[in-house]
């Protein structure tokens, strides 16, 4: 076949940049726009001109190269127009608009190559032939055929003369048929053929001599290929062809050049790979900048954390108030008495006022705080949001705690600084404290009360016995010790009352102390939640980091592969 190693050089060529195009347009290289490339040059099928008269063995020669039937052959005029082979998926016909018949054949010769057979020389459109001369010239080679029988016929050297300079430089003469003639009879009309190009256009043109008819038959029937292949000379045909038109200067240099623009595009897209590294670069120290940031807002928080807190210490400081009335009342005399004969419980009420208090305080205060910290965060990420677009085009969308984790965010904010109460309660020993001087004050109360009772019982007797004075001063006795016990009742009161306060009061500082270690792992739990906002942003850098290193990998391939094909096309 024509041209078997420069295609297969020229479609590895092809079928490489084609790869390297790929890779540019995935890796955000732009596409040149200069015009026609080499490439697209390199990529067209070589284009052939068959000229001469009727009969002259054109659509022959033709098939000879396709190795098919495509031309219709015939003693008489078959082709009145100019027809224009090319390749196509199906079988097609199609009118131009400079009147030219445009057949498509889907046939492997025709991805290489383009055909162009034109009417005689000598038949009725010869004067089209002539008009498109200019046209047939831009082709890569002009294959002017000869019958062998009729070598000097005047409408084909005239159509010879026509053609200008740049047109010879890409015409070969074609002696056709020459299967009908001696070795020596093709030597002498190789001679006169000579001397008429002399004449004629004023140098020496190519000639070759061949039997397209021969060299079609052994294509078309294997069997008889060898003979009729060698008789038809079609072999060093072939050969002149390749070494004429595919070997040419032209083509090599359209080849070097396609090759140049290969590489020419591997370092763009290199050049953009490290556009891309550094840029990924960049957006990993803006990210860091950002987390940094909000770091900062975290450590912020913590340092003005005491002056947060002194709310905090406002609110306990209100409970302990609240458990002194509640205390007060539940030693009341009337509650004291009750508890006297039906057992005391006023110290485990009195913590269960107080943890419920506190609690419930510490709540109200934590939900209160955490929406002024999920304020600031949010006026934070309203600054962080447009500078991530701007930066690296990627939208971040709003932080997950400040949108669907809200309410989850608020509650274990709320429920880390709540544990600071069952902490201070486990350290006040509220029930513990006060168990001791209850206990005193039951029994000294309880003493008083059964002397009340032996007293009024003892008037209630002399009464029944009649000794009035006596009972009267037994009663004077009972009401005495009544005013003892109320004496009693509200010193005692009064004395763990104010112990109580004053000692939960003193405590405000372990109150503190635990609020600032729970309310530090609230504020660091609720900050880390919301620099998780960049997460997203994190993942999608990375996933553009991941998709470098095989687009890196597949430049390495293409650059050994372009080496290769360019070793391969070297002298």
Not at 38 to 62: C, M, W
Not at 446 to 470: E, M, N, P, Q, S
Request: aromatic share 6%; proline share 4%.
């Amino acid at each position: 076949m024509v041209g078997e190693r420069y295609f297969g050089a020229r479609d590895r060529l092809i079928g490489c940049f084609a790869r390297i195009e790929e890779l540019a347009a995935t890796s955000g290289v732009e596409p040149h726009v200069d015009g026609e490339s080499a490439r697209d040059r390199l990529a067209r099928p070589i284009r052939v001109v068959v000229l001469g008269e009727v009969n002259a063995g054109k659509s022959t020669l033709l098939n000879a190269l396709v190795g098919s039937e495509l031309c219709e052959a015939a003693p008489l005029p078959t082709t009145q127009r100019t027809i224009c082979y090319h390749h196509a998926p199906k079988d097609s016909e199609e009118e131009s608009a400079d009147g030219w018949m445009k057949v498509g054949r889907p046939l492997p010769f025709l991805r290489r190559f383009e055909l162009i057979d034109t009417p005689g020389t000598n038949s009725g459109w010869r004067d089209s032939v002539f008009d498109a001369l200019p046209r047939f010239e831009e082709a890569d080679v002009l294959l002017v055929v000869f019958p062998s029988g009729n070598t000097w016929t005047a409408a084909t050297w005239d159509l010879v003369s026509s053609i200008s300079d740049r047109g010879l430089d890409r015409t070969v003469l074609v002696v056709q048929q020459a299967d009908r003639k001696s070795p020596e009879d093709l030597k002498v009309i190789d001679g006169h053929m000579r001397d008429l190009c002399l004449k004629k256009v004023g140098r020496e043109l190519p000639i070759v001599a061949v039997a397209a008819g021969l060299a079609l038959e052994a294509k078309l029937d294997p069997r008889n290929s060898r003979k009729s292949w060698s008789a038809s000379r079609f072999g060093s045909f072939e050969e002149f062809l390749t070494a004429t038109v595919c070997e040419s200067a032209e083509r090599r240099y359209l080849i070097d050049r396609t090759a140049q623009e290969a590489s020419g595009r591997l370092r763009d897209i290199e050049t953009a790979f490290d556009r891309q590294r550094r840029g990924m670069d960049d957006d990993g120290w803006f990210l860091a900048g950002l987390e940094r940031e909000a770091r900062q807002l975290r450590d912020l928080v913590l340092e003005n954390s005491p002056k947060t807190l002194a709310g905090a210490r406002g609110r306990y400081e209100n409970e302990v108030a609240r458990l002194g009335r509640r205390l007060g009342s539940l030693l009341g005399v009337g509650p004291t008495v009750w508890r006297l004969f039906f057992g005391d419980s006023a110290a485990a009420r009195a913590e269960g006022c107080l943890a419920d208090g506190l609690g419930e305080a510490i709540r109200d205060f934590a939900a209160a705080d955490v929406e002024r910290l999920l304020s600031e965060c949010g006026g934070h990420w309203g600054e962080v949001r447009p500078r991530v677009v701007e930066r690296m085009g990627l939208d971040p969308g709003l932080a997950d705690i400040l949108d669907e984790d809200r309410e989850t965010a608020k509650a274990g904010f709320v429920e880390n600084v709540s544990k600071a109460v069952t902490e201070v309660l486990g350290q006040l020993r509220v029930r513990a404290s006060l168990d001791a001087p209850l206990r005193s004050r039951n029994r000294r109360l309880k003493f008083v009360a059964v002397l009340i009772l032996l007293l009024l019982t003892a008037a209630g007797t002399c009464g029944a016995l009649g000794l009035d004075r006596w009972g009267l001063g037994l009663a004077m006795g009972a009401i005495g010790m009544g005013i003892v016990f109320l004496l009693v009742a509200w010193v005692t009161r009064m004395r763990i009352v104010g112990q109580t306060r004053s000692r939960l009061r003193d405590a405000v500082g372990r109150f503190e102390t635990a609020m600032r270690g729970d309310y530090g792992e609230a504020v660091r739990s609720l900050f880390d939640g919301y620099a998780n906002g960049l997460i997203g942003v994190r993942r999608q850098l990375a996933e553009r980091q991941a998709t470098l290193a095989p687009r890196q990998e597949q430049w390495d391939r293409l650059y050994l592969e372009l080496k290769s094909i360019e070793q391969d096309l070297g002298p």
